[in-house]
T-cell receptor
Framework: AQSVTQLGSHVSVSEGALVLLRCNYS??????LFWYVQYPNQGLQLLLK??????LVKGINGFEAEFKKSETSFHLTKPSAHMSDAAEYFC?????????????FGKGTLLTVNP | GAGVSQSPSNKVTEKGKDVELRCDPI?????LYWYRQSLGQGLEFLIY????????KSGLPSDRFSAERTGGSVSTLTIQRTQQEDSAVYLC????????????FGPGTRLTVL
């Protein structure tokens, strides 16, 4: 079974600073990897996904992530944080069972952006 | 177009009661997932429906949990004899088909068992 580890349950940055949210995965097969964002009292929204095409994936709101097979990592970055980026971020790997592409999530990282 | 909708948004119940949670997927989406989000366990897969195929129930935590999907559209998650540890946010997601398509999530139902 796949698993996902997000290092740091809480990350705090200043507005305009680099955002780096870490994600490591374990998988016995080439993985499909995702980053989702959850704003308070809302559902999950897809930021970006890796499905074995380009290793540098660009998503919405200026976020991007790089798949590094040698490090089994899929870290999420944004060059300059904005106040509206404050939310909880989840890394996920698709754990395929037949036609079921269920997602296995990390524990999440709460991002705080300070003015 | 409309996204995934779930009802109720909040449900408070007493221990031992049964509850039903509803999910309306995006029209045309044949794959439907239920997940549970709780403080202790994070986000966990519960059950998966794809078209008219038998559902994958491998994530259901006990036989008190069941789900059905009528007409390939609306789904209902039922929890019988609720326990306090069932308190969580129950999220529904749908996608266009099986395969690695984006799962669109609903806002969730927050269940509190007193």
């Amino acid at each position: 079974a796949q698993s996902v580890t997000q290092l740091g349950s809480h990350v705090s940055v200043s507005e305009g600073a680099l955002v780096l949210l870490r994600c490591n995965y374990s998988s016995s097969v080439p993985p499909y990897l995702f980053w989702y964002v959850q704003y308070p009292n809302q559902g999950l929204q897809l930021l970006l996904k890796y499905t074995s095409a380009a290793t540098l994936v660009k998503g919405i709101n200026g976020f991007e992530a790089e798949f590094k097979k040698s490090e089994t990592s899929f870290h999420l970055t944004k060059p300059s944080a904005h106040m509206s980026d404050a939310a909880e971020y989840f890394c996920a790997v698709s754990d395929q069972r037949g036609s079921n592409y269920k997602l296995t999530f990390g524990k999440g990282t709460l991002l705080t952006v300070n003015p | 177009g409309a996204g995934v909708s779930q009802s109720p948004s909040n449900k408070v119940t007493e221990k031992g009661k049964d509850v039903e949670l509803r999910c309306d997927p995006i029209s045309g989406h044949t794959a439907l997932y239920w997940y549970r989000q709780s403080l202790g366990q994070g986000l966990e897969f519960l059950i998966y429906f794809q078209g008219n195929s038998a559902p994958d129930k491998s994530g259901l935590p006990s036989d008190r949990f069941s789900a059905e999907r009528t007409g390939g559209s609306v789904s209902t998650l039922t929890i019988q004899r609720t326990q306090q540890e069932d308190s969580a946010v129950y999220l529904c997601a749908s996608s266009l088909s099986s395969g690695i398509n984006e799962q669109f999530f609903g806002p969730g139902t927050r269940l509190t068992v007193l």
